[in-house]
């Protein structure tokens, strides 16, 4: 069965950076489109960034963009985001979603989530 | 970039009630519109997608409907297990973006 599985998470000083990781397992990784998803304490769900099936293509939400990058390593089926010049609004749960597709449409499978907290 | 708009922003209902949760983008996106639940402390789960798909497995009480700017999420009977959040999410253009969320409590 489809599996998403995020580590990295944890808690970091402002303008600090970290990598979050997630490993896929139960599909073929390197044909679908991938999505980090995050969500502050308490709040709704920000979309962040996506990487198309064969990592040619990326976007970024514009409260991430130019700190954040999103990558893939299809040879180990693993998603990842390397997080720069952190701030405490970075703070929220890291969701990394599966796309039936491309890099475009319903996200059907998400991993559990790993937290990050930026704080001094 | 295309806003979701959900309302209500919470809702109290009782089990076997008929709830309604609408959303409503701020240009068309055909049907390109996704539902998901979320309950405390677990990821999202998808619950219908293209605006009326049910995804496999799902109850089939939950069903959805719209097209355009405007869309529905209804639940037929409320069963103790659907209080959760319910989030709609367009899949139209990038960025994608989600409603707000509807938090769905027991009465």
């Known amino acids: 069965q489809v599996q998403l599985v995020e580590s990295g998470g944890g808690v970091v000083q402002p303008g600090r950076s970290l990598r979050l990781s997630c490993a896929a397992s139960?599909?073929?990784?390197?044909?679908?489109?991938m999505h980090w998803v995050r969500q502050a304490p308490g709040k709704g769900l920000d979309w962040v960034a996506v990487?198309?099936?064969?990592?040619?293509?990326?976007y970024y939400g514009d409260s991430v963009k130019g700190r954040f990058t999103i990558s893939r390593d299809n040879s180990k089926n693993t998603l990842y985001l390397q997080m720069n010049s952190l701030s405490d609004e970075d703070t929220a749960v890291y969701y990394c979603?599966?796309?039936?597709?491309?890099?475009?449409?319903?996200?059907?499978?998400w991993g559990q989530g790993t937290l990050v907290t930026v704080s001094s | 970039d295309i806003q979701m708009t959900q309302s209500p922003s919470s809702l109290s209902a009782s089990v076997g009630d008929r709830v309604t949760i609408t959303c409503r983008a701020s240009?068309?996106?055909?049907?390109?519109l996704n539902w998901y639940q979320q309950k405390p402390g677990k990821a999202p789960k998808l619950l219908i997608y293209?605006?009326?798909s049910l995804r496999s497995g799902v109850p089939s009480r939950f069903s959805g409907s719209g097209s355009g700017t405007d869309f529905t999420l209804t639940i037929s009977s409320l069963q103790p297990e659907d209080f959760a959040t319910y989030y709609c999410?367009?899949?139209?253009?990038?960025?994608?973006?989600f409603g707000q969320g509807t938090k769905l409590e027991i009465k």
């Open positions: 999410q367009q899949s139209y253009s990038s960025p994608c973006s």
């Open positions: 240009q068309s996106i055909t049907t390109y």
């Open positions: 979603a599966k796309v039936n597709g491309d890099y475009v449409g319903p996200f059907d499978y």
């Open positions: 293209a605006a009326s």
């Open positions: 139960g599909f073929t990784f390197s044909s679908y489109g």
């Open positions: 990487i198309s099936y064969d990592g040619s293509n990326k």
